[in-house]
């Protein structure tokens, strides 16, 4: 199973039940036939923006609604950063992205759950990720 796979399924698992341990989350996500480590269960979290909350994960919250419809970011190659949203939100997570004026992006692409985020350089992909959590969380 490929990592946007594994994501989603964790997604749907923390959404599903309370979970307290990373150690759970992969018992669950192997139960579920999804075979996971806990250092790329950790990363998944990270990346997912995923946060404890009363001591169960959960997804950020942002003015007490969930995150608008970002899911996660991912690396590509050394000059870009890809965003998964919720169908049908890219075009609108991208606008919100755009609006952000963050100085090392170069430009960004959306389709119907997809964003291609150009960057400077691989340096700025990490401060882009960053940036990008912080104005969702």
Same mark, same amino acid.
């Given at each position: ?12 698992? +923390? ?18 036939? @999804? ?10 979290? @990270?990346?997912?923006?995923? @946060? ?16 608008? $419809? ?11 950063? +890809?965003?998964?949203?919720?169908? $049908? ?7 919100? +992205? ?6 090392? +992006? ?21 401060? @882009? ?9």
């Amino acid at each position: 199973m490929n990592k946007e796979s594994r994501q989603k399924r964790i997604l749907s698992l +923390i959404r599903a039940k309370p979970i307290g341990t990373q150690e759970e989350l992969k018992s669950l996500l192997e139960r579920a036939g @999804v075979p996971a480590t806990q250092s790329s269960v950790s990363r998944d979290l @990270v990346e997912l923006g995923v @946060v404890k909350h009363r001591g169960h994960y959960a997804m950020p919250q942002a003015n007490g609604a969930a995150v608008r $419809g970002l899911l996660s970011l991912d690396l590509s190659g050394d000059n870009l950063v +890809i965003a998964r949203t919720e169908p $049908g939100l890219a075009s609108a997570v991208a606008v919100e +992205i755009d609006g952000a004026a963050i100085s090392e +992006i170069v430009g960004t692409l959306a389709g119907e759950d997809t964003i291609f985020v150009a960057v400077r350089d691989q340096k700025a992909q990490r401060a @882009v990720m960053k940036k990008i959590w912080e104005i969702f969380g």
